[in-house]
C-alpha cells in the first residue's frame, strides 16, 4: 500500500510541474480568420469569436463565386491575446476551432483559413506563427 501512494504522489508532482509550466505561457493571439468560397454559388458566412463562453466578435459575410469575391480575410478581429474559439456557420454546417490548441512551440499567434470546398465539404486550417 505505501508504494502505491508513492507512486501517487511521483505522478502528481510530475503532472503538477506540467501544469504549472503551461499556466506561465503567453495566451494566443488571434492574427486573421480567412473565409474562401471555392463553389460555383454564393454562400453567407457567419463568424463568432468566443472568449470564456463570450461573444468578443460577431459579423455575417457574403462570400461571392468569382475569384474577386470570394475570398475574405479579416485581419485582427480580436484586440488582445486570449483563450478564443473561433465558429463559422456555413452551408448549414459548423466548425468550430480553439486557437489555444493549435499552438506551435513558440508560434504563439494563429491564424485560420474555413473553405467551402468544391467537392461539397466545409473544411477549416488553422496556421500558428511566431509573430501577427
Request: charged share 25%; with cysteine; net charge negative.
Given at each position: 500500500m ?7 504522489l511521483g505522478?502528481?508532482?510530475?503532472f503538477g510541474?506540467?501544469?504549472e ?8 493571439q ?5 473565409l ?10 457567419d463568424?463568432?469569436v ?6 468578443v ?11 474577386d469575391?470570394a475570398n475574405?480575410?479579416v ?6 491575446p ?23 512551440g513558440d ?16 473544411e477549416?486550417?488553422p496556421?500558428s506563427?511566431q509573430?501577427?
Amino acid at each position: 500500500m505505501k508504494r502505491r501512494a508513492l507512486l501517487l504522489l511521483g505522478v502528481t508532482s510530475l503532472f503538477g510541474g506540467c501544469l504549472e509550466i503551461g499556466e506561465n505561457r503567453p495566451q494566443p493571439q488571434l492574427a486573421w480568420i480567412w473565409l474562401q468560397n471555392d463553389r460555383e454559388e454564393e454562400y453567407e458566412v457567419d463568424v463568432v469569436v468566443e472568449e470564456d463562453g463570450k461573444s468578443v466578435f460577431s459579423e455575417t459575410y457574403q462570400l461571392g463565386a468569382t475569384s474577386d469575391t470570394a475570398n475574405i480575410n479579416v485581419e485582427d478581429p480580436v484586440d488582445e491575446p486570449g483563450h478564443y474559439v473561433v465558429r463559422t456557420m456555413m452551408d448549414g454546417e459548423t466548425r468550430e476551432v480553439d486557437i489555444a490548441e493549435f499552438v506551435d512551440g513558440d508560434e504563439n499567434c494563429v491564424g485560420v483559413r474555413f473553405s467551402l470546398l468544391n467537392n461539397g465539404s466545409v473544411e477549416y486550417w488553422p496556421k500558428s506563427m511566431q509573430q501577427c
